[in-house]
């Protein structure tokens, strides 16, 4: 027996996800390209904590996916993940915490963080959906494990 087929997803749905991950994303390299209180040391320790949170959180999200799906992920693999991004949320809030910048920069850049993340969570859930429903429709490529 097949399971039911999933809703498609809606363009709507789509291009806000992307809309959202460039806003969130530009409005934290433009508060960092603008922040004066701030070293090139801090910015750079910022935009690659923003690198590394967003690649954990797509990592992460494809990881709980593939273990819904079936699909083998080991378990190191698994851990790390949810590491990463733990990391990345914890160097980012002990960065806020120690800067000296104002409560609002502060939760600026702490808004923009989390927006960027839960996008790119969402833009990374999109792509593979319409793989999926390419591939349901035979016109894509195959996301199954081998042996299906």
Known sequence: MRPARRPAT?????????LCLFIGVLAFLAGLWNAEKMLQSEKGFYLAVMLLGLYAAVSLQKVVRDRLEGIPVSGLYYGLSWVALGAALALLATGLWNASLAPSEKGFYGMAFVLSLFAAVAVQKNVRDKAAEAAEAGGGPDTRPPGD
Do not use: E, H, I, P
């Open 10 to 18: 809606s363009a709507a749905f789509v291009g806000a996800s992307w």
